[in-house]
């Protein structure tokens, strides 16, 4: 019997989940959906067959609606996610939880006052094999305590609407979320540096830049962020320990000998790279709500994410170390 | 609207297909199986709620299955294979696909006298990865024209059944149908050496085996065959052309450094090896059927498999080269 | 024509130099040695036939010495250049140049009224392939202008004696060189910060320490300092560029299957690691001073490190952003 | 005190080891040359200073000459090296030792009977820290005994007047030397593939080529031959043994991320992948003569990699497997 979803939101991201859910996994159908768009609703409704409803509240109050998938504009999403916890349906929502630390907070106390897990934020990193090994080989604890993470988020391209406070907020926010599941401990400061900038930086962009965060037990984190690297889509994790140092793999692509270089390809885009893990993510939200669970990232991860972002914006302006203060994690999210 | 599968065998990777089609894939669903053993029918139904039928010929006359997947034990093939034939239904058969080539040939023949292409065999590595990415540079033509492959297929032990002809019809046989998918040709000669055993060698068994085969154009393949081989179940594929060399990519681990190396893990079990490819295999199985289609490894493969095994066998008792004529390939199967 | 050289200082690096100079390099003879330890200089002279004199201006003076190579301890390193200047003879002298700015100051002073290069500072990795290899791709142009730098300095583990201060000036001090000398800047301010510290420290150590070098365009070095990393002796140096990302290789082992593991062997010890980069050092010593000439790393490069040591370890106190400010390269020096 | 060497050819490679005992090794020094064109001893007399002699005899018996390196043309090497044992001096020989195995065995027999081992043959990979790298593995015993090895000998492109036997005499002979001293073995039997014609195949040249040596304890040995492979000189040793695998490292270059690839560069020159390799085998030369000793592959060497050329040149007309009968090695080699 699959499991019933109506999805809020039908742009790329909500296309792409419609396309897995009704081609690719198990156990879950699309009955329902709604975009502010019309146009976007009706291409979406003819990829799965199925119906437009009005609104979000039309759809998460669909009988025939188990659980609610948000892939709308970020600023809608704190609404319909209260709205589905109101419902008492499980909750996809992709990142951002919200875009405002208060509207994640507002969630998070939304959901324990109805006394269950509903929320699932839509971080994918977590469900990517690399991740996953290197998080398999720490917790192994083969060698030692985490001390020192270097880390790379280097894209292509990126438009002139892109700026500066933007590769927080929609760049590094992958590894803020990523980093501290990683090695199970919340962020205590931010600090930004800029370094000599790139030619192809934008009037409004300064790029790369240099994240530096610190942890509960002292665990520095550096995040090289450069979106014009030109060269292609590389993300790097490397975690240095007590015993050893454990790196992500690098994507897997053919060794070529050719004109006098051994090379391998690098992915280019970021859809590609983690298309693996968002398939990953949704089978595993479908099958955890069909036991009656909700798992991955809760609202307090977006709750977090959300804290640490506003930090790192207000070190790229202050050029200081900022602290992050989110108060400890409640038992009701352990 | 799931596509109906009856599924014929349902041991060790019967079962695997059934959860996997029932747990991880879209669009399939199993509605009848068979298995000569009771109990594996039993556990088989209750995985993923199908009827039990008496014999292969009633899951094959079910009108409630669209499609057909063989996994039963190997000489049990051609039978099952000519039924679903019979009966005009779709079906997938695990390798081999007869154990015989005059059965295979039967096979072929149906199939051609049916008039429509119903055959898929389950040879999954087509459908891995790195070999698609192998091909998609050779088709691409930017290194040339193939002259060379050099292949190994590693794994970490056999037992004491395992005999010395098994190397080609358990082992090779994998090698025997991706590699001329990959470059385009059908063989023309087998050849095998027999290099210094090692001592993990049973009395049954000469291990390693180094295999030799030649197609149409020239290009000459070797497979260094070792099953013994104590660190890994390791699988590589190099192709040398004119311009350059392509090779497969190892399995993603991450680098450890660690006591002085850097390390990477390798795989260890077939299963985790291809389990992606076994995944993919069935989903085009089930899309492919849902268009009226039937793609993949043709009954023609199947045939040219088993002739080349049995020329590799011949080589391994013959200690000379001997011929492969398999007779060009029918339009029918191009 | 041999070129004849007197040694001052014959501990554990002079001896080195000695056999190198008499057993695997060209066109240079030790003459003349001297040591503060009588039995140190008498196995020195048994392994090169040299005179033992009384003092290092003995061996500066005499008239069968062409050049100097001063090897003794850091804290008699000054006097002993100082006197070589005075006497118009090219001299070698291992780091540190002087264990004072103010004395490596003097130095540079004395030469530049001296009106002749005389100075060349053991800086030996400027002179290793690697960074050689590195300098080239940067020095080409076909990656743009270097933004940032990544570099690990990684050791097995030091001794109770080794102090927080000597990551900077024993271990850094490599780098702080080297650097600088590959993208062809000085540094502007200098950063350090006290990763969670590993349960291998020592009272007096912390352990590891991430050190941030800024320089006059802007580009931004972190370097990683952990001295008691357990799994070997690692130096890493990746250049971020605007169109490139360029990384030294790791030194060459032959890849190992064994144990589900493909493994490289890494270095353990700085002496392996580097020796090639010694015997390049000094032979190039050699045949420079044989055409009258002083190449490699200045006094004023000697200078330049003391002074960013200096920051460097201001900033380890202060826990803030140190200037580094030596005021503008010498002509006489470019 | 130099050891004196008389330099018999002066060609490319007698002026390079001329350049390298001048310039760059230890303890050696070029005092007497000859070369039947007197334009390349005088200029070759010009880079070292030594004294121009009229004949091979008047080098070898020149009281000022300690020791005798051969590099002349292969044709003449049997009789410059018969007279240096005839002298009873130390002779270093360029590959081959001689052109046909009946000299080779001739200086065999003329150095038994002088009773001292006098010569030592130029093959030089033996000096290369890859294959040294190997062997030390090899003989450490930690993976078990050698089965397989897979070589590969890549040239970039051969002019028009390299002929099919070269790839045997001139290319694969490096292998034929260097392969039995890896793993302390004769060979006994020969084989060779012809894979499809490269497009850039001479009229007189097939290439690739594809040779198998086999071992008296059963050792089957690859050599994939590709003369105009394009895209580099690559030398690949991978030996497969009963518990593991190791693999020669690739030289070391620095990693580029650059344009969606990963890279990096091959050596495209054999004289650049073996420069060390050169350096280290005179230095030992010079070293071990001035001991009183002879080390590195003997006149048995020689004359086993004659034969074993011999083998596989037949076999290349013969298409068969062509039997390699040395007898055993004597004591007097061991």
Chains 1, 2, 3, 4 share one sequence.
């Not at 985490?146 to 280097?154: I, S």
């Not at 199970?184 to 192809?200: C, D, G, H, I």
């Amino acid at each position: 019997m699959d499991w019933r979803i109506g999805v809020i939101g039908t742009g790329a991201i909500g296309k792409e989940h419609i396309d897995r859910i009704t081609n690719k996994l198990s156990g879950g159908k699309i009955t329902a959906l709604t975009d502010v768009n019309p146009e976007n609703a009706k291409s979406a409704a003819s990829l799965c067959g199925a119906r437009i409803e009005h609104s979000d509240k039309d759809v998460i109050n669909a009988p025939d609606v188990d659980g609610i998938l948000v892939a709308s504009w970020g600023s809608a999403h704190a609404s319909s996610v209260l709205a589905a916890i109101g419902a008492g349906k499980p909750v996809f929502c992709e990142k951002p939880l919200a875009t405002t630390a208060g509207d994640c907070k507002k969630i998070v106390d939304a959901e324990m006052n109805r006394g269950k897990k509903l929320v699932q934020v839509g971080f994918m990193r977590r469900y990517d094999r690399g991740y996953l090994q290197v998080k398999e080989i720490l917790d192994g604890g083969k060698i030692g305590k985490p001390l020192m993470l270097h880390c790379t988020h280097r894209n292509m391209s990126v438009g002139e609407n892109y700026t500066t406070d933007m590769a927080v907020t929609d760049t590094a926010i992958h590894e803020i979320d990523c980093l501290h599941w990683l090695i199970n401990e919340q962020y205590v400061s931010a600090q930004v540096l800029f370094p000599r900038a790139t030619k192809y930086c934008h009037p409004k962009l300064r790029d790369p830049q240099f994240m530096i965060l610190t942890t509960e037990s002292g665990i520095t984190i550096d995040i090289e962020v450069f979106v014009n690297c030109q060269f292609g889509y590389d993300i790097e994790c490397e975690v240095c320990c007590e015993d050893g140092v454990v790196k992500m793999p690098e994507p897997a692509f053919p060794t070529l000998r050719y004109k006098a270089a051994r090379s391998v390809a690098m992915e280019t885009d970021w859809k590609c790279r983690f298309a693996d893990a968002y398939d990953v993510e949704i089978q595993d939200w479908i099958n955890a709500a069909k036991e009656g669970k909700v798992k991955g990232p809760t609202a307090w991860d977006g709750y977090l994410a959300a804290v640490t972002a506003d930090a790192l914006v207000k070190a790229q302006g202050s050029g200081r170390v900022e602290p992050i203060t989110t108060g400890p994690c409640p038992d009701f999210y352990k």
